[in-house]
């Protein structure tokens, strides 16, 4: 879906940022331009951006290897 009308941002493209190594909203911001015009995008955004980033710590923390 379309987060960001005004840069044409869809929630997939910021997931493929955070996948690319963007770890926050700022990052996030700065690759994609959304939330940077009007605005109103940027909640929404936020949240996606937390909800990535929260879903590749975890899965770069599942690969760790625990000694017995």
Do not use: F, P
């Not at 955070?18 to 909203?25: H, N, T």
């Not at 331009?33 to 879903?55: F, H, L, N, P, W």
């Amino acid at each position: 879906m379309y987060v960001c009308l005004c840069k044409g941002v869809s929630d997939r493209k910021i997931r493929e940022s955070v996948e690319g190594g963007a770890r926050s909203w700022r990052e996030v911001q700065q690759e994609t331009g959304c939330g940077t015009q009007c605005g109103k995008c940027a909640s929404v955004g936020k949240t996606i951006t937390r909800e990535a980033v929260k879903a590749a710590v975890m899965a770069s923390a599942n690969d760790l290897a625990y000694a017995v």
